[in-house]
């Protein structure tokens, strides 16, 4: 009788830890999905930003250093670069867009050109989308991490090399106010 408790229990044991592992695994390949998603937003801001930076050059030629950074940033090659370092890459050339409108504010010849127009107007429906998907992403950070911190997951987890995923946050630079001095 006690041989029979014994493999009942260990084939329960044996189950909870295959249901955890396979809840890890689940909730990893949603991270992946939902950074998959964001990536190709990612990619069109990315893919947009010569066309708008060409646009803007004509009007603000004594912004140059905006327009140098922003183009710098985006020579680099975007499909050669991790999860991490798109995160990173895409975060400062949200802070140099930024800048690179609030600069073209003070340019009303800018603001009326036809091209610069429907360029930002797709550039705000980008952003919304990366908005969107990077709290799809986040959720989905969230939810993996504290599966895999709660006790007694974080066991389970840590004997199966489950390892915290990082959230994609803006940084502090991001955080100020955008400063225009001419």
Same mark, same amino acid.
């Given at each position: 009788?006690?041989?029979?408790?014994?493999?009942?229990?260990?084939?329960?044991?044996?189950?909870?830890?295959?249901?955890?592992?396979?809840?890890?695994?689940?909730?990893?390949?949603?991270?992946?999905?939902?950074?998959?998603?964001?990536?190709?937003?990612?990619?069109?801001?990315?893919?947009?930003?010569? =066309?708008?930076?060409?646009?803007?050059?004509?009007?603000?030629?004594?912004?140059?250093?905006?327009?140098?950074?922003?183009?710098?940033?985006?020579?680099? =090659?975007?499909?050669?670069?991790?999860?991490?370092?798109?995160?990173?890459?895409?975060?400062?050339?949200?802070?140099?867009?930024?800048?690179?409108?609030?600069?073209?504010? =003070?340019?009303?010849?800018?603001?009326?050109?036809? =091209? /610069?127009?429907?360029?930002?107007?797709?550039?705000?429906?980008?952003?919304?989308?990366?908005?969107?998907?990077?709290?799809?992403?986040?959720?989905?950070?969230?939810? /993996?991490?504290?599966?895999?911190?709660?006790?007694?997951?974080?066991?389970?987890?840590?004997?199966?090399?489950?390892?915290?995923?990082?959230? /994609?946050?803006?940084?502090?630079?991001?955080?100020?106010?955008?400063?225009?001095? /001419?």
């Amino acid at each position: 009788m006690s041989v029979i408790i014994f493999v009942v229990l260990i084939i329960l044991l044996l189950s909870y830890i295959i249901g955890v592992y396979n809840k890890g695994i689940t909730l990893r390949n949603y991270i992946k999905e939902a950074f998959s998603t964001m990536d190709v937003y990612l990619k069109k801001r990315w893919d947009l930003i010569p =066309n708008l930076v060409e646009t803007v050059k004509g009007y603000v030629s004594h912004e140059q250093d905006v327009l140098k950074k922003i183009t710098e940033l985006r020579n680099k =090659n975007y499909s050669g670069l991790s999860d991490a370092e798109k995160m990173n890459l895409n975060s400062e050339l949200g802070f140099g867009l930024a800048k690179l409108i609030a600069v073209a504010e =003070n340019y009303p010849d800018l603001k009326a050109n036809q =091209n /610069f127009s429907n360029l930002m107007q797709e550039l705000s429906l980008i952003e919304e989308d990366i908005a969107n998907s990077r709290k799809y992403y986040n959720g989905n950070v969230r939810e /993996f991490n504290t599966f895999i911190q709660l006790f007694p997951t974080n066991i389970i987890a840590a004997v199966f090399g489950f390892k915290e995923e990082k959230l /994609f946050e803006i940084d502090d630079k991001q955080r100020e106010n955008v400063k225009v001095s /001419f």
